[in-house]
């Protein structure tokens, strides 16, 4: 299998490449993932040969790195999401199906995935909250503790990319239950 199947980072960082954050920088803002974390996932990436980098001249001739997609990493990233959005469909039909104990497991061996499938909007906040609800789960059980507010009722959930870690929280509108 791959190399980046088991790091929901790893594919967080390709998804944030493949939406035009072409800069670590700009990868560090859109993801909420520290400068170290984003450096050591990029040198990853690149020795597996998903992305590259490449040096072109800015304003006033200053050099610029800039991180892009290889063919490989296309597909890689393309697996993940297909994957990701599987899981998903599961734990919704799970979740209708109203079979707590598979949908609880589903959910915990997901746990460190939830970020990234945030990110990506196969799932939103809104939804995922929802179906924990329903399934009578408390929610700081099933979220990682990167993701910014998780299961403490407060907070901005609306999506606003200058609040609440940079975080995409989907459409609200993805799956109806």
């Known amino acids: 299998m791959s190399s980046v199947e088991d790091e ?85 039909m799970l979740a209708e199906q109203g079979k707590r104990q598979e949908f609880e497991m589903e959910a915990l061996s997901m746990r460190s995935w939830i970020p990234i499938m945030l990110f990506m909007g196969i799932m939103d906040m809104m939804m995922w909250m929802t179906m924990l609800n329903m399934m009578n789960l408390a929610a700081q059980d099933y979220m990682p503790e990167q993701v910014p507010d998780a299961g403490s009722g407060g907070g901005d959930m609306g999506g606003d990319a200058g609040e609440g870690g940079g975080w995409d929280w989907g459409d609200f509108g993805d799956v109806n239950i």
């Open 8 to 92: 929901p980072k790893d594919v967080m960082v390709l998804s944030a490449i493949a939406k035009g954050h072409n800069t670590e920088e700009k990868i560090v803002k859109a993801t909420g993932l520290s400068a170290f974390d984003v450096a050591m996932i990029v040198e990853r990436l690149i020795l597996h040969g998903l992305i590259v980098k490449r040096e072109k001249k800015g304003l006033l001739g200053k050099r610029k790195v800039e991180l892009t997609m290889t063919e490989k990493g296309t597909r890689e990233l393309q697996e993940r999401r297909f994957e990701l959005e599987q899981r998903w469909q599961r734990m919704v």
